[in-house]
């Protein structure tokens, strides 16, 4: 199949993130083949840094501290920027414009720039200057309020950051992309703003549609995606370990049912009233017999079932193993660990199956490339403008 490693080569991104939307982004775009440069604050300058690991541990990334508080700074960014493609923003509104380096400031020189906000609530709006993470993202857009619930009735807390990586980072890959696709053909650039909680509202669309046409409010329990019918549904096995079933269709249910040893259950499938009942029927079943050896029985017979695993069984599961999902970065102080790969759909590994990754800063080289004398370097650098 053909891969997708290097489908964005030749385009430079400007990443102004240190953690969230924006380093989601950022990161798919560098295993696309962009060349990505991560610029964040010289040392004592504030700002928060990420564990060396994350965010693929910074692999075909390079680096750069800039004082975007000095002119001499601004000017510096707006030399990279000059020739740069894409820039990436996940300051609130209006920051960038404060410090000289946002979208008209870069345009004046690059009218081809593709320059995207990352924001939790977007450019505008009531909410928009609003502080946030994850958690308020899926707050607001609706995905908390369609989780299960926890013993005293809140929604249980999501366990992936869906608004950042979803949400906001896939969200900001896709509009990205095509901005660059467009610029292709019109010489004009963009300015994107990508909100995650705008990306947490298209992943919700199903329920959102649902209540805009029926006037029928998605909540726990109350329809087939959430929890409402046994056939779509967590159990607990013999072991204390848990299976996913997500049989749906009638066929598949009554298969399930039947290598559950309770065939006459399937006609119940989508009876409101036999659904406390099936699902007990299903959970006593379920208890005779370990989870693997369920899985063993099930998964391949059109069942719809699926372990539940914990993070360290997918870090070993044969499956992903197979499809190449987990690769190997090596950092000069830390030494070798195995990651996650390149796992958007075409994603190619690297060659000899490690990534050479490091925390050092390419700033010399960066600058002299935006054209920037040695001397003029040297002296933003012994001034601590940049590192």
């Excluded at 509202?201 to 006037?215: C, F, K, N, V």
């Excluded at 726990?220 to 159990?235: E, V």
């Excluded at 195995?338 to 060659?351: F, S």
């Amino acid at each position: 199949m053909t891969t997708t490693a290097g489908m964005l080569e030749g385009v430079t991104v400007l990443d102004l993130s240190t953690v969230g939307p924006g380093s989601r982004c950022s990161a798919m775009l560098a295993d696309l083949g962009a060349d990505v440069v991560k610029v964040g604050r010289p040392p004592g300058k504030g700002g928060i840094e990420p564990h060396w690991w994350a965010y693929g541990a910074g692999r075909n990334t390079r680096r750069i501290r800039i004082d975007m508080t000095d002119p001499r700074g601004v000017e510096a960014f707006l030399a990279l920027a000059a020739t740069a493609d894409v820039i990436l923003d996940s300051f609130r509104p209006g920051v960038v414009d404060k410090l000289g380096i946002g979208y008209e400031a870069v345009a004046a020189r690059n009218p081809g720039i593709v320059y995207a906000h990352l924001t939790g609530f977007g450019q505008d709006g009531p909410y928009a200057r609003w502080a946030g993470h994850d958690i308020d993202y899926l707050a607001v857009g609706g995905f908390l309020h369609t989780q299960g619930r926890r013993p005293d009735g809140g929604p249980a807390i999501a366990g992936a950051t869906i608004a950042d990586s979803a949400g906001g980072g896939m969200h900001a890959v896709i509009a990205i992309t095509a901005a660059l696709f467009r610029r292709e053909r019109t010489a004009e650039g963009a300015r994107l703003d990508v909100a995650a909680t705008d990306g947490v509202l298209s992943l919700m669309q199903l329920h959102i549609d649902e209540y805009l046409a029926t006037g029928t409010e998605p909540g726990p329990d109350s329809t087939l995606l959430t929890g409402r019918y046994a056939c779509y549904q967590a159990y607990e096995c013999a072991d204390g370990r848990w299976v996913a079933v997500g049989a749906i269709e009638g066929k598949f249910f009554r298969n399930l049912c039947g290598a559950l040893g309770i065939p006459e259950r399937a006609a119940d499938q989508y009876d409101d009233a036999a659904q406390d009942d099936l699902k007990a029927a299903l959970a006593a079943a379920f208890k005779a017999k370990p989870r693997d050896e369920w899985v063993a029985e099930l998964a391949d017979a059109d069942t719809c079932v699926a372990p539940i695993l914990t993070i360290a069984e997918v870090a070993g599961d044969p499956h992903l193993v197979a499809r190449g999902a987990f690769t190997v970065a090596r950092h000069p102080e830390h030494g070798e660990v195995r990651q996650l790969g390149p796992v958007l759909a075409g994603g190619e590994r690297p060659l000899n199956g490690v990534y050479e990754v490091s925390s050092e800063t390419h700033t010399e080289e960066l600058l002299a490339a935006a054209g920037l004398e040695s001397g003029r370097i040297t002296e933003l650098m012994d001034e601590g403008v940049v590192a």
